[in-house]
């Protein structure tokens, strides 16, 4: 199935992603289990809103006994990238 692995980031997260930055344990609200480690995901607001992708740096089970300031989605891509590179599209 398309979307299979979805990670939900804290609202006061969310804006750190938008601008590029990976999403911390601390920002983590929810990832869907048996999310396998470098396994891609789509990253959604807390509300389902879908911000981004990424990769997971961390399993589901890895994910659960992490530090808070561990990095546990990679940034790939998100909604405000259009915005932020305006200027340099053709």
Known sequence: ??????VWVKPGSEQSFLYGSH????????????TAQYQGVV???MADV????G?????TQECRKVDPMA????????VGEYVRSEDTLT
């Open 50 to 53: 879908p911000l981004g992708f």
């Open 71 to 78: 990095i546990v989605v990679f940034h790939q891509a998100d």
């Open 23 to 34: 999403v911390l344990k601390s920002g983590l609200g929810r990832i869907t289990e048996n």
């Open 55 to 59: 990769v997971a740096a961390k399993s």
């Open 43 to 45: 990253v959604y607001s």
């Open 1 to 6: 199935p398309l979307l299979q692995y979805k």
